[in-house]
């Protein structure tokens, strides 16, 4: 159900992102051979993306939840970037992949990664499921990327609108009527 005149297109169908899924955790799985992960997931986009991948690495994992502001309920962002919620636990000495649903601006990212790095993990990457690097404002990058995607506004699997859409299994493009209508 999509509310009056919002229109969704598939963009990544459910199949091709659970068999990328496995080939980002494969690569991670081969990385980190005989250590401990610990992955960090950006709340709320990125909790299907982790829940999916943490299962398919083949090594000793850990889960931890991290909650910024940056894009308030609608489609732009504000710019602005706040930690609303901490890790439970330090990453002093542990190697960190702070998991998130797509890199934009790369302002929520750029900003998480200098909070990351004054904690002292022993090493820290990025996972993302989508990457749209046509709106990059911090020159920032995933080490292990889903997919890349163009300019559209997409929706799904994690990913809102004003908190809508995350349960999709599809990521679909949303079309919203015109400004004023
Ligand atoms: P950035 O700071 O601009 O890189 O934005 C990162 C955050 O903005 C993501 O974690 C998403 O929550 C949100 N975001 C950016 N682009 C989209 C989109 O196309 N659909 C839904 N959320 C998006
Ligand atoms: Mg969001």
Do not use: W
Request: hydrophobic residues 40%; glycine residues 8%; positive net charge.
């Amino acid at each position: 159900m999509t509310e009056k005149q919002e229109e969704l297109r598939i963009l990544i169908r459910h199949a091709a992102i659970e068999k990328r899924v496995k080939a980002v955790a494969h690569r991670i799985t081969r990385d980190f051979r005989g250590e401990r992960v610990h992955l960090i997931g950006v709340l709320k986009g990125a909790c299907i993306f982790l829940s999916d991948l943490v299962r398919e690495i083949n090594l000793e994992t850990s889960i931890d939840f991290i909650a910024v502001s940056s894009y308030g309920r609608g489609k732009d962002s504000s710019g602005q970037v706040r930690l609303l919620k901490d890790l439970d636990t330090s990453i002093k000495g542990l190697n960190v992949i702070l998991v998130e649903d797509i890199l934009d601006t790369g302002l929520t990212l750029s900003y998480l990664l200098r909070v990351l790095r004054q904690r002292k993990p022993k090493t820290l990457r990025v996972a993302a499921l989508l990457d749209k690097p046509a709106r990059r404002l911090k020159p920032v990058k995933g080490d292990y990327v889903g997919f890349m995607i163009p300019n559209d506004f997409v929706v799904g699997y994690g990913l809102d609108y004003a908190e809508r859409y995350r349960n999709l299994k599809d990521v679909c493009v949303l079309s919203l009527p015109p400004e004023g209508v």
